[in-house]
């Protein structure tokens, strides 16, 4: 049979789609797995990918959203292959990775070539790759972690975001660490921080983009992600921080990249000084604010966290509990 020539990136999308809709064996090698991988692949039964843990490029997220699905992912370092292939349907061999910048139309050009027939040896291409294990946790972890700390992954407004609920159901989730905070810096305060960490870093020069106070700074590492919650101070409830009734977006994420003190504020701090990376889970959702203030509101605050700062599995699912009762 022919082979067709893919000129495009909307022809190589297509061309996956009428593949992967087939419920037989099915495989991809490529060398990154974008945010919203999930989304070009019409039927997940049967499948195996094979990529290239690189960090700022394969998305943490992207395989667990995968795995999720029941996709079987394998790692294989500085693989650059990029192959679609399913059982009695055909192959293609192109340029484009499995992410919305080479298969959306509106990013990267790419091309390819479709063999609509079971003569290309599959297996044999699999053999061939290097170093070949299963995608585990720690891993996965470890590919999220090395991310966050040289800030290289970038999100755009097409990456994916997963829902809390998408959140709730992965196998294994990232630690989120969570802090609360109330009053602005002063301006010296804000200018020490900026100087301190300038210094600290050898950096020309520093734009702090979020910080907040901690009492434990052993307890944060750079690299880690931390849910920031806008507290008030409820003098009735023994100066408790609690989220305001009327506040509709008290949270927001801070990625540590630098740790340090303020002899203004009398207190350490960490701070974030990149630009956003890849998140946890959407924190704009109207009905998950709703049901995160009330079960926050409500809980004390060894019930919310572990002696690291790492928010307990438990108080998730209350969060998760109460959305399903509002819903």
Not at 220 to 248: C, E
Request: charged share 30%; aromatic share 10%.
């Amino acid at each position: 049979m022919q082979c067709e020539y893919l000129k495009n990136s909307d022809e190589i999308r297509e061309k996956i789609a009428y593949l992967f809709a087939s419920k037989g064996r099915k495989i991809v090698i490529v060398a990154f797995v974008g945010s919203n991988a999930i989304d070009y692949i019409p039927n997940k039964d049967n499948l195996q990918i094979y990529c290239w843990p690189n960090s700022g490029a394969t998305s943490a997220n992207g395989i667990r959203l995968l795995q999720q699905k029941g996709v079987k992912i394998f790692f294989s370092d500085n693989m650059h292959k990029k192959i679609y292939w399913a059982e009695n349907r055909g192959t293609i061999i192109t340029s484009a990775n499995l992410t919305y910048n080479a298969l959306s139309g509106n990013v990267l050009q790419e091309s390819g070539v479709f063999i609509p027939s079971n003569d290309f040896d599959i297996d044999a291409e699999v053999s061939h790759l290097r170093n070949i294990r299963l995608a585990k946790n720690e891993e996965i972890d470890d590919l999220e972690r090395k991310a966050r700390i040289t800030g290289v992954f970038l999100p755009s407004i097409k990456d994916k975001v997963m829902t809390f609920r998408e959140f709730m159901n992965l196998s294994c989730k990232p630690k989120i660490k969570i802090l609360n905070y109330c009053d602005e810096r002063s301006q010296e305060s804000k200018k020490e921080i900026k100087d301190n960490i300038q210094s600290e870093q050898k950096l020309k020069t520093v734009k702090v983009i979020n910080d907040n106070d901690v009492e434990n700074v052993d307890c944060f590492d750079v690299g880690d992600i931390v849910l920031q919650v806008k507290t008030f101070t409820d003098i009735k409830d023994n100066d408790t921080g609690m989220i305001h009734r009327n506040n509709m977006h008290p949270l927001r994420w801070l990625f540590v990249d630098a740790t340090t003190y303020s002899e203004e504020d009398e207190s350490y701090l960490v701070a974030q000084i990149k630009p956003n990376r890849e998140i946890p889970f959407d924190i704009n959702d109207a009905n998950f604010i709703s049901a995160f203030k009330e079960v926050f509101n409500s809980t004390d605050w060894k019930y919310i966290i572990d002696k690291q700062s790492n928010v307990k599995e438990s108080f998730w699912v209350k969060v998760l509990r109460n959305m399903d009762l509002c819903s």
